[in-house]
C-alpha cells in the first residue's frame, strides 16, 4: 500500500512540477510576473526533479542558471541515491 501512496505522490508532484516551470517560461517569454526561483526549487526538492529537469531540457529554461544546471541534477542524484538506500528490492 506504501508503495501506491508513494507512487501516487511522485507521479502528482513530477506532473505539478512540469506544469510550473511550463508556466514560467511562457510567463518569461511574455514578460509577466513569474513564479519565484525558490518555488521551482522546491517542487525539486519535493521529489519533482527528474519532471524539472525534464521541463528545463524541454523548454529550455533555467538553462544558463547555475543553480538549476548543476542543483537540479545534483537533487535529482541525490534522491536516486535515497531511494535505493530505503527500498533496496527496488
Do not use: C, V
Not at 508513494?6 to 512540477?17: E, H, P, Q
Amino acid at each position: 500500500m506504501i508503495k501506491i501512496i508513494l507512487l501516487a505522490y511522485m507521479l502528482l508532484i513530477n506532473i505539478i512540477t512540469y506544469f510550473t516551470y511550463a508556466a514560467d517560461k511562457t510567463k518569461a517569454r511574455q514578460n509577466k510576473w513569474r513564479i519565484p526561483e525558490r518555488t521551482l526549487i522546491l517542487l525539486a526538492l519535493l521529489g519533482g526533479s527528474p519532471a524539472a529537469l525534464f521541463a528545463m531540457k524541454h523548454y529550455h529554461h533555467k538553462t544558463r542558471h547555475l543553480k538549476f544546471k548543476l542543483g537540479i541534477p545534483i537533487i535529482l542524484i541525490i534522491q536516486i541515491i535515497i531511494t535505493f538506500f530505503l527500498y533496496p528490492n527496488i
